[in-house]
């Protein structure tokens, strides 16, 4: 009985090492973009992360429904870095600043617009003369001001002229999970693009309603008219452009590589 005992306590002590062994590696491998090739990347499912990462040679790419998913994944060793936009990342790096880190170089340039019916071309014109007049007007920059720029984001949210008489309402399509763009606090979804379109309704008279789904469904939503407009931090792609048409940019973003510290 004891030399089974014995056996068994060695066994054990053996499939803990083998455990120990195959433990995930948390090192830091890339430092980097060219070190990307052969990696495992983390990227937001439907994301321009998405297909910048599957350009990359020889990697693999693990997608996630949420972008905090991939960021989890990335600090806890399963994948190599993340591919994301910059005003994201910069949130994420903020509350993980002891685990995670931006490669000083940005991956790519992009703009954001909005995604809006193809045969909805009455709106597109309207949109995108709202988004002129708060250009003009300076609104969009303070909004940019307060969720990109300011070191404690969020903190002067757009309000509403007095006096404006609504006719109708605005559906927006979007994704709650890409901070500081859109996010939830206390039940509510807030961030650039909210205020962004609660401008541009202001300027056309309708109140807005926000629709909040999977990043990937987004396109689908206006395509199909559940929703009159898509914003999610979307940048023109022609993949894109084959089922919606775009506004004029609206601001400016850059791809980057997340990795750890």
């Not at 430092?31 to 937001?44: F, N, W």
């Not at 205020?195 to 990937?216: S, W």
Request: glycine letters at 8%.
């Amino acid at each position: 009985m004891k030399k089974l005992i014995a056996g068994i306590s060695a066994l054990a002590l053996m499939v803990g090492m083998m455990a120990g062994c195959s433990s995930t590696n948390t090192e830091n491998t890339v430092h980097t973009k060219d070190d990307l090739v052969g990696k495992t990347i983390g990227v937001q499912l439907g994301t321009t992360g998405m297909t910048l990462a599957e350009s990359i040679e020889g990697t693999t790419v693990e997608k996630y429904n949420k972008g905090a998913d991939a960021i989890q994944a990335l600090i806890q060793g399963k994948i190599d870095a993340v591919i994301i936009d910059s005003a994201p990342a910069k949130y994420f790096v903020e509350k993980n600043s002891e685990k995670i880190t931006t490669l000083d170089e940005p991956y790519a340039v992009e703009e954001y617009a909005i995604a809006i019916k193809k045969d909805n071309d009455e709106l597109t014109d309207k949109i995108n003369t709202a988004l002129a007049e708060l250009k003009e007007d300076g609104t969009l920059s303070e909004i940019e001001q307060n969720w990109l720029v300011d070191e404690e984001y969020g903190k002067h949210p757009y309000t509403s002229p007095e006096g404006i008489e609504y006719t109708g309402t605005l559906t927006m399509a979007t994704n709650a999970e890409f901070p500081p763009y859109e996010l939830k606090e206390n039940n509510e979804i807030v961030g650039f693009d909210v205020d962004m379109m609660n401008a541009v309704c202001d300027k056309l008279g309708y109140q807005l309603v926000v629709d909040d789904m999977a990043f990937d469904s987004v396109i689908t939503a206006v395509v199909t008219g559940k929703a009159d407009v898509g914003v999610a931090g979307m940048t023109v792609t022609e993949d894109r452009l084959k089922n919606v048409n775009f506004s004029d940019s609206y601001t400016k973003a850059n791809q980057v590589v997340i990795v750890r510290k």
